[in-house]
């Protein structure tokens, strides 16, 4: 599974003004995140992607997990290169 900001798992975003449309965008794009924005002026604002690559959330370690296995996450990647680091 693709990391979520990644090309493979962008962003998705919906805003209601152009205006925040470009403030969301350079904001991602200062942090190398993909995001793909959607005005939808009569649709309630969905930044919630955007909220959890801000705030992600850390699996709940119940055991002790090698540095050189896969994150428990799910992210594909080592866990010294993911969430243990």
Known sequence: MSKLGSKERP???KVK???RAVEILSFCNSR?????VGIEPLEEE?????????????PIIS?????NAPCPCGSGKK?????YN
């Open 32 to 36: 190398g995140w993909q995001v793909i």
């Open 79 to 83: 866990a010294k290169k993911c969430c």
């Open 46 to 58: 969905d930044i919630t992607d955007v909220d959890r690559l801000i705030n992600p959330t850390r």
């Open 11 to 13: 962003a998705i975003v």
């Open 63 to 67: 055991e002790k997990v090698d540095r």
């Open 17 to 19: 003004t152009e205006e």
